[in-house]
């Protein structure tokens, strides 16, 4: 599958700019622009290398994680991941675990959950890219990314069936919390994020978060 581009592009001004102007190196110029597919990304991501890269428009796009970002996805996938088993609600995708948009783009959200019932018989599909779109999108933003870059991504997963999101961002130390693209709130580093309807009674204090992604301990009171 390939998704097609919204708008023509004439420039390289106007490719960076359908990508949420992200930097160019990371941009892939190999598929060509606009000539990338879903197979492509498979077969990147599930590499030797296992490169990130994401599907839009038609150009793959690389996901960047610096250390601390991954130590911060880390800590909310190994609570993510006890709770949904403790319960036994739903599966949660780890940071290579692609999800189909409902405009043909392919997403690699941080984390993401999925729950049972979104699946016939409450049974997960064996697919390499998830044919829904999560109840749950986390993003936990790197150095590299664009405010548009980001509300790019909030449009598709909430126009293809997410109904809550978190965007973390551990140089500010806050976290948006999502309902739709556009209507959010947002929690200090003394915040707690909450699963709501989507993961009812899961909490998770940013504070731990943080604390993970600066390699030091919670009980320690943040600079």
């Not at 941080?110 to 409450?122: E, H, I, L, T």
């Amino acid at each position: 599958m390939t998704a097609t581009l919204s708008e023509p592009v004439v420039t390289l001004a106007d490719l960076v700019a359908g990508l949420g102007d992200v930097p160019l190196e990371r941009i892939w110029m190999t598929p060509r622009p606009g000539t990338a597919t879903e197979a492509d990304v498979v077969r990147i991501v599930e590499s030797a290398d296992k490169r990130l890269v994401e599907l839009v428009d038609g150009t793959l796009v690389e996901k960047l994680v610096g250390q601390r970002e991954s130590r911060v996805t880390g800590e909310l996938i190994y609570h993510l991941i006890g709770y949904t088993k403790r319960h036994d609600i739903g599966w949660v995708s780890i940071p290579d675990g692609m999800t189909r948009m409902s405009g043909g783009n392919v997403r690699l959200p941080d984390a993401a959950f999925y729950p049972f019932s979104m699946f016939p018989n409450d049974t997960a599909p064996d697919e390499k890219v998830a044919s829904v779109s999560p109840a749950l999108a986390v993003e936990v933003l790197s150095e590299s990314n664009t405010v548009a870059e980001i509300a790019k991504k909030l449009a598709e997963f909430f126009a293809s069936g997410t109904t809550l999101a978190w965007v973390i961002d551990p140089d500010k130390r806050t976290a948006k919390v999502h309902t739709s693209a556009s209507d959010f709130t947002t929690l200090d580093a003394t915040g707690t994020l909450d699963g709501a309807e989507v993961l009812p009674g899961f909490r998770c204090a940013l504070a731990d978060l943080f604390a993970a992604g600066e390699h030091r301990s919670a009980r320690k009171k943040a600079p």
